[in-house]
């Protein structure tokens, strides 16, 4: 399998007021091309700051981040990054919200159209097209923050938390559509959540972390099919697998897990 993302041997020290704070000590981890990596574990052990170092956004202290086999020096169109606060431009239309990350490219007006009425359709937005953010709900807001990443079309999709403030049915909406997107357009997909359901839900890979300092706990294969059903939720399989991440989450232990 071609690797995406390579994280190798990452280290993050923060300088701190007496010395220093190890919040990554040091991760390897490689995501497949396509692959839908999932990463969970406890509050504080390093997933944004490894997240935001695929993105560009955070220098590693040591060790590498490569992205299609070079170096990350930045952000690039080649990723899409989404948080759970994503700050739309309140006097700008969920259609102009979509397109002010293509402004930045030479794209004809008429195309840079064409591409966020796409990407505003996928994520089930087209009616809302000229409506402004304060006229949307929570979960229509972040339809829009998604898809103003989808419409850059980048390779890789870095989300941390993207659903973490939203109510659970609409959670489920827009995890379902997530899929659907992804396994139309196969992206590459590093997705954080402290929800253990959506984890394994989502994931080919689920990575759990532990802390002090951050580092890969264990990695679990979701082996189930997709598409991902409603039905594959209430399974007995999905149960064990949400079981295991959930001890490998809550009772770092080993010795705890359950075999
Ligand atoms: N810029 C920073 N300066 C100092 N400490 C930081 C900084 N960013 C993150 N940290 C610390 O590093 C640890 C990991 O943070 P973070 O990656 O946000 O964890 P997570 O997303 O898993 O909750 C936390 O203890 C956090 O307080
Ligand atoms: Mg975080």
């Known amino acids: 399998m071609t690797h995406k993302i390579s994280f190798r041997d990452v280290v993050k020290t923060f300088p701190m007021k007496n010395g220093t704070?190890?919040?990554?000590?040091?991760?390897?981890?490689?995501?497949?091309?396509?692959?839908?990596v999932t990463v969970v574990g406890p509050s504080g052990c390093g997933k944004?700051?490894?997240l935001s170092m695929?993105?560009?956004?955070?220098?590693?202290?040591?060790?590498?981040?490569?992205?299609?086999?070079?170096?990350?020096?930045?952000?690039?169109?080649?990723?899409?990054?989404?948080?759970?606060?994503?700050?739309?431009?309140?006097?700008?239309?969920?259609?102009?919200?979509?397109?002010?990350g293509l402004q930045l490219t030479s794209m004809p007006a008429k195309e840079r159209k064409a591409r966020a009425d796409h990407a505003i359709e996928l994520v089930g937005l087209t009616d809302f097209a000229d409506a402004l953010p304060k006229t949307l709900s929570g979960g229509m807001k972040q339809r829009c923050a998604i898809a103003r990443a989808y419409a850059v079309d980048p390779e890789v999709l870095l989300m941390d938390e993207p659903f973490g403030a939203l109510d659970a049915l609409t959670r489920v909406q827009l995890q379902d559509q997530l899929l659907d997107t992804w396994s139309k357009e196969r992206r590459t997909v590093m997705f954080i959540t402290h929800d253990v359901e959506e984890?394994?839900?989502?994931?080919?890979?689920?990575v759990v972390m532990a802390a002090r300092p951050g580092r890969v706990h264990s990695v679990v294969d979701v082996d189930l099919p997709y598409p991902r059903t409603e039905e594959m939720r209430l399974s007995p399989e999905f149960a064990e697998l949400r079981n295991r991440v959930w001890y490998s989450v809550y009772h770092q232990d080993p010795a705890a897990a359950p075999a």
């Open 48 to 50: 944004s700051t490894l």
């Open 54 to 100: 695929a993105a560009g956004l955070v220098e590693p202290t040591s060790g590498d981040v490569v992205v299609d086999g070079r170096p990350v020096t930045g952000p690039g169109p080649d990723r899409g990054v989404i948080f759970q606060q994503y700050a739309l431009f309140p006097w700008l239309t969920v259609r102009r919200n979509v397109e002010f």
């Open 21 to 36: 704070f190890d919040a990554l000590g040091g991760v390897s981890l490689d995501i497949g091309e396509r692959e839908f």
């Open 199 to 206: 984890a394994v839900y989502l994931a080919n890979r689920v």
